[in-house]
Every structure is written in C-alpha cells, then in structure tokens.
C-alpha cells in the first residue's frame, strides 16, 4: 500500500498515459487510477477509511479476473486478496502474512458458497491441510492434512453423520479424532485449496 500522497499526480480527472489520476468514489473516498503508458489503467487504489492511506487496491489479470487487495489492521499491508471473475462472482479469498499467501478459500463448485478451504499451517509456503465440505450444506466435513511435513497427504478426517464431530479417521494418528468443525468456512481455523493444491503455493504474490 502507498500513502496517500496527492502531489505525484497529473491532473485531477484526466486521463494520462503513465501516470496516476486522483479523484473521489460516490462515498467520498480518495481514489488514485494508475495508467501504464498506452493509457490503460493498471491499478486503482482507494482511501476506504479516511485516515489518508490506501488500504484497498484492484487489479486485472490477462484472464479477465480482478484481484482486490485489503489491509485489514492499518498496518500498510496487504491482509486479504479476494478475487473476482469477470462476471463479478467472488471464486477465492486468500490470507496473506508478511508478503505470502498462507491461506485460500475456495467456491469450487460455483455456488456462491465457499467450500473448500486450504491452509499452510508451518507457513513454509506449501498447503499441508486441505477441509471441503463435500455435501454442499455450508460447513467442512472432511480434512485432508500432512502432519510428517513430507509433501504429501498422510491424515484423512471425516463428519459422516454431519454433526460436527470427525468420526472417521485414518494416518497421522489421532490428533483429529475429536475436532470439530464449525460452520464458517471462512472462519481463522479453516482455510481453501483443491487437494493436487493448484492455484496455492510457494510461488503465489501478492498485489
């Protein structure tokens, strides 16, 4: 994030080619437009809480998705990265810590609905727990986790009955026998990934 700064501008409300235009959204926030040098914009960044610093940024991908960036704790860093595709439905919402993404929640099926969470628990930038809801009811029913840190997935837990308690395991011991789940798959202790772990990992940026 960059501070508010409204003297490296052209012109307010004009367009230019490699530079940055500031300007106001309908609620009064400031708002800097970046253009790139063909005049197209590259990046906008909005002030969402007045207190003269950009906290939210957008950009667009070559696929048409658009990537919005927030500093959630005024810390002048990015603290979530939802994404948004180009017919305006949000897909993943990753978690960011120092720079790296450590965390992705997914709508797999496209429902609307998150279902699928993965997280890097040890933070060395690899997903080593994967949760889904598989019936589509809203809350996680099976986890899949490397507890050894080898890469692979080792420990299988499951809620077969859906009451919220794992009644099914198998590998990794018994370190999930009695988890619940909860039902917030956007919740801190849940986290979204697809179980091959496309789309999330060491080599994932932020904005």
């Known amino acids: ?3 508010n700064d409204h003297g490296t501008s052209s012109t307010p409300g004009t367009a230019t080619e490699g ?3 500031h300007t106001t959204d309908a609620q009064g926030n400031d708002v800097a437009v970046h253009y790139d ?3 197209n914009v590259s990046l906008v960044e909005v002030d969402t809480d007045g207190d003269g610093r950009y ?3 957008a ?3 070559a696929d048409g998705t658009t990537l919005v960036g927030h500093d ?11 994404h948004v595709d180009r017919d305006g439905d949000l897909t993943r919402v990753d978690t960011v810590e120092n720079g790296q993404i450590v965390a992705s929640t997914l709508d797999q099926d496209g429902n609307g609905a998150p279902d699928t969470v993965i997280e890097d628990t040890d933070r060395d930038g690899v997903a080593d727990r994967i949760s889904y809801d ?3 009811d809203g809350r996680i029913d099976y986890i899949a986790a490397d507890t050894d840190g080898d890469g692979q997935l080792d420990a299988y837990v499951a809620d077969n009955d859906g009451d919220g308690q794992a009644d099914s395991y198998s590998g990794g011991g018994d370190s999930y026998g009695s988890d619940s789940y909860g039902s917030d798959p956007y919740g801190q202790d849940q986290v979204p990934h697809s179980e091959d772990g496309s789309g999330y990992g060491a080599d994932d ?3």
């Open 19 to 21: 530079g940055v235009r």
């Open 205 to 207: 940026t932020v904005l």
């Open 59 to 61: 950009v667009s991908t």
């Open 55 to 57: 906290d939210t940024a």
């Open 134 to 136: 598989r019936d589509g």
């Open 72 to 82: 959630d704790d005024g810390d002048g860093r990015i603290d979530t990265i939802a």
């Open 1 to 3: 994030m960059l501070p």
């Open 37 to 39: 040098a063909a005049g």
